[in-house]
């Protein structure tokens, strides 16, 4: 890492690993996260760097990488609109946080596996539900036809409310109630799903607070649905669904595409002003004007 001393005041800085401002290389951050989505605890990756690359990280350090890149990554994953199926599975399991009991609500399309939504309650209402469908309505432009559940009473309102199409004339829930895992409409690929999350989640002893759980549970879905590729799919949920691919590194590519911003000074804004207009050129916090084009 380059160091620089001022000669003037005798501070000592370093270049800041460009636009993130890193202490570290932004490939060693990726690594982090990666090595953590595949089961290793905070610990266990810190030891990891240090033994492989003799680098000196802190466990805090790490998680303080997740709470940072955890939330841009997957703000940046549901905007790319991933193109989903006609049929959708929803289901809630529960974990332990803090010794208490928390719900886990997904929301998993069945032809991509793309898991389109996740969220940690407490209680299991239908305002709960409510939340983590709109939530996978933000992330695709698509709507189900079948909408599998299993007996919950909170999913035939919030599904009838947030889900429901137009038949003609007639209002119609695409909910459909699943009577027992043998049945031929079975929600097993969700169920399925939750025992991958929950098996991750376990070890996290982060999971833990008031943001733990929801931070956690998102770098999960980032994970499982760009990085981690599917056995019956043979690529990444994500790639199913027509997102591109964020390259090799994958966890690498989803930094820098979550990160990128228009360089400081750069961004042009040009205000398009009709003739006899009184609209002033407005400054900018530098206090540098920014050019008006008259029409």
Not at 27 to 38: E, I, K, M, P
Not at 53 to 70: E, K, N, Q
Not at 242 to 254: Q, Y
Request: net charge positive; aromatic share 8%.
């Amino acid at each position: 890492m380059d160091r620089y001393l001022c000669k003037s005041c005798g501070a000592r800085f370093t270049s800041g690993r460009g636009e993130l401002r890193l202490r570290f290389e932004p490939r060693t951050v990726a690594l982090a996260l990666d090595l953590y989505f595949r089961g290793l605890s905070l610990r266990k990756v810190a030891d990891h760097l240090r033994q492989a690359y003799g680098l000196s990280v802190a466990p805090m350090t790490i998680y303080g990488w997740i709470a940072r890149f955890v939330p841009k990554a997957a703000k940046w994953m549901d905007s790319q609109g991933a193109r989903t199926g006609e049929q959708w599975h929803v289901d809630e399991t529960v974990v332990r946080s803090n010794g208490e009991p928390r719900w886990i609500w997904n929301v998993e399309d069945a032809t991509t596996r793309f898991l389109m939504a996740t969220h940690v309650t407490k209680l299991r209402r239908v305002r709960d539900a409510r939340v983590v469908l709109r939530r996978a309505k933000s992330a695709t432009p698509d709507r189900p036809l079948t909408v599998l559940t299993d007996g919950l009473p909170a999913y035939r309102k919030s599904i009838g409310r947030e889900l429901a199409f137009r038949n003609g004339s007639e209002v119609v829930s695409p909910h459909v109630r699943v009577p027992s895992i043998r049945a031929k409409k079975s929600n097993n690929l969700v169920e399925r799903l939750n025992g991958t999350e929950k098996e991750r989640i376990k070890v996290m002893r982060g999971f833990h607070g008031k943001s733990g759980p929801k931070l956690l549970a998102e770098g999960f879905r980032v994970h499982y649905n760009l990085v981690r590729t599917h056995t019956s799919l043979g690529t990444t949920p994500a790639a199913a669904a027509g997102l591109a691919d964020p390259g090799g590194f994958r966890w690498k590519g989803i930094v820098d595409q979550a990160t990128r911003e228009v360089p400081q000074g750069q961004a042009e804004i040009v205000f398009i002003v009709e003739k006899g207009s009184k609209l002033r050129p407005i400054l900018d916090p530098r206090r540098q004007a920014i050019p008006v084009v008259p029409a």
